[in-house]
């Protein structure tokens, strides 16, 4: 059983960057697909972006494309989201989650595990 503890959020201006990182433990991280979700206030949950187990496929939402970039390391059980040029949109509580059921999941539901989520607040 997967545990899941993100880090690396805050406030920062709109264009910035920041990263944020997952630290899995409990279970074998490598057979986990991993992926990101938000949530901004009064809104839904939304899907961010997912990679699968190896690394090699990954999926953005279409409000994150060319901004954020996803990546994992096997060997260090993390997973890290580049978040560039942000905008005041982004502004949400971010989650890490684990799948063990698909290879890039991107409905909330295809996930295992979750982490408790890290506040991003970007200021325009």
């Known amino acids: 059983q997967a545990q899941l503890v993100e880090s690396g959020g805050g406030l920062v201006q709109a264009g910035a960057s920041l990263r944020l990182s997952c630290a899995a433990s409990?279970?074998?991280?490598?057979?986990?697909?991993m992926g990101w979700f938000r949530q901004a206030p009064g809104k839904d949950r939304e899907f961010v972006v997912a990679i699968s187990r190896s690394g090699g496929a990954r999926s953005y939402a279409d409000s994150v494309k060319g901004r954020f970039t996803i990546s994992r390391d096997n060997a260090k059980n993390t997973v890290d989201l580049q978040m560039n040029s942000l905008k005041p949109e982004d502004t949400a509580v971010y989650y890490c989650?684990?799948?063990?059921?698909?290879?890039?999941?991107?409905?909330?539901?295809?996930?295992?595990?979750w982490g408790q989520g890290t506040q991003v607040t970007v200021s325009s």
């Open positions: 409990g279970g074998a991280f490598s057979r986990y697909a």
């Open positions: 989650a684990a799948s063990s059921t698909k290879a890039l999941p991107t409905q909330g539901f295809e996930y295992n595990y």
